[in-house]
């Protein structure tokens, strides 16, 4: 072979390498992109985490008005009823009221002494000394009540003459009418205030009947 055929081989085999396609290049990775994007999808995941858990959050604390509304739904209310007996005298004196009585065993029958003959149907008249031992005067409304025992021989109470100032002694009466059987009888007499509350000990008297 001649140096022309060497010469135009090489030619050839240059051009046939030149035209010849070229392999693309593999990018460059660019890891400030691919940090950005991973610390976005971190974020997101957080997002979604916390509005996750204050749904359920929500969904297991009630609020305030549905506390209000279950505290409200159930209060006990308890309703507190005093009674007050048809005989006054019979009840005691209730508290905080600044009213009470007492008597001397000794000095208590002014009139009619316990055990006293007196004969069907008569009309008498008792009479106590009782003593104001409360904080209160005694006085307009203030009277003497009937409290059980026996029988109440158809009493019926004098005004208190005057007012009482605490630790002051009265005498008090009651009009009576003995029955018309034979036999003991005992009447049982109280204190009472203008509102109908009987306070203080009790006070008697006995007769008999013949």
């Not at 390498?17 to 994007?37: F, H, L, R, Y």
Request: aromatic residues 8%.
């Amino acid at each position: 072979m001649n140096t022309k055929h060497i010469t135009l081989t090489l030619l050839l085999v240059l051009l046939l390498v030149a035209c010849a396609p070229k392999e693309t290049p593999m990018p460059t990775p660019d890891i400030g992109a691919i940090q950005t994007a991973a610390a976005q999808t971190v974020r997101a995941d957080i997002a979604a985490t916390e509005t996750a858990e204050a749904s359920l959050t929500a969904l297991a604390s009630p609020t305030l008005e549905e506390t209000q509304s279950f505290v409200e739904s159930s209060t006990v209310t308890v309703t507190l009823t005093v009674g007050v007996l048809s005989t006054p005298g019979a009840i005691g004196t209730p508290l905080g009221l600044c009213d009470d009585a007492s008597s001397d065993p000794f000095t208590v029958d002014v009139t009619i002494s316990d055990g006293s003959v007196m004969t069907p149907g008569q009309d008498f008249l008792k009479t106590w000394k009782i003593k104001n031992t409360g904080d209160c005067t005694w006085g307009a409304g203030y009277t003497i009540v009937y409290g059980g025992y026996n029988d109440k021989m158809s009493g019926v109470p004098a005004a208190i003459p005057t007012p009482v100032i605490p630790n002051q002694e009265v005498d008090v009466s009651v009009q009576f009418k003995a029955p018309t059987k034979v036999g003991e009888y005992l009447s049982a007499w109280r204190m009472a205030n203008p509102r109908g509350y009987a306070f203080g000990q009790f006070f008697f008297v006995k007769i008999i009947v013949r």
